[in-house]
């Protein structure tokens, strides 16, 4: 368990996070770029995931060029690309201040590398017409076991309206998982709570969920929350078993009942 920020402003080039060699076993950074600016990813042996967060980039990969843009991370899906270790990934910024996300993990087996579209990524109503709306929220997923068995990792994204609620009810599961976060405007700001633990969620804070702990999040009324889930399998588990190991905590499903009697003011 633990929680970090990066500040407001990011700093020209790689802008680390997590590594593989802490307890979320995924190395996780944003990488901002100058116009023109080219750089080039290679891994011996860890499974590559570069998500598109603003700007404009060409990204290269064995024969291939595709364009990834995106103007706002609030109404538009991602591009992502992902590749298997070993491969050699080319982005060049076509656009000043252009900004990816980038998410690795170890992985040895080998597969095609795919190129996810903004149709290609599933988006998804949480909490609709439940609680008066206060947890109601857009989930985003990339690539998970569905789309990608292959995969020993798995990115999404979830986008709060201001003063709602996600990750709720509460519940935990025993994979690793790290949420970084973002607002539409730089000062926002929220809270993540991590097991018993409250932290003040910032632009460009991030937070690791070890196995096991609760981590549901709220953000602010006026400000708008993006962030990206990123999930790692645990070594020898079968694929998916994030989703059949998650648990709702018990004393918070009364919740689920459509019937539940929440109080509301009597005005």
């Known amino acids: 368990m633990k929680f970090g920020r990066l500040g407001r402003e990011l700093k020209h080039g790689y802008n680390q996070m997590t590594t593989r060699e802490s307890d979320m076993l995924m190395d996780i950074g944003y990488q901002l770029f100058d116009k023109n600016e080219v750089v080039e990813f290679f891994s011996d042996i860890q499974e590559s995931a570069f998500v598109i967060l603003t700007g404009e980039v060409a990204i290269t990969w064995d024969d291939h060029t595709e364009t990834m843009k995106r103007t706002s991370l609030f109404d538009e899906n991602p591009y992502c690309l992902q590749v298997p270790a070993q491969k050699k990934v080319i982005i060049k910024a076509l656009t000043d201040s252009a900004e990816v996300l980038v998410q690795q993990t170890v992985n040895d087996k080998n597969f095609n590398p795919v190129f996810y579209k903004p149709e290609d990524v599933q988006a998804d109503v949480f909490g609709q017409g439940m609680w008066y709306a206060t947890a109601e929220r857009t989930v985003r997923t990339i690539f998970d076991y569905d789309n ?96 059949k190991t998650r648990t709702d905590l018990p004393e918070h499903t009364w919740l689920l009942d459509p019937n539940a009697k929440i109080w509301q003011p009597k005005r």
């Open 148 to 243: 990608a068995p292959f995969s020993n990792q798995v990115n999404g994204e979830v986008i709060n309206t201001p003063g709602r609620w996600s990750g709720y009810i509460p519940h935990n599961h025993p994979q690793p998982e790290v949420y970084t976060y973002k607002f539409d405007k730089p000062q926002g700001f929220g809270a993540c709570f991590i097991g018993d633990n409250a932290f003040k969620i910032e632009h460009n804070s991030w937070s690791e969920l070890s196995g096991g702990y609760m981590h549901p999040q709220v953000t602010a009324p006026g400000y708008a929350m993006w962030y990206s889930w990123m999930i790692r399998h645990l070594p020898d588990e079968q694929g998916g078993a994030w989703k």
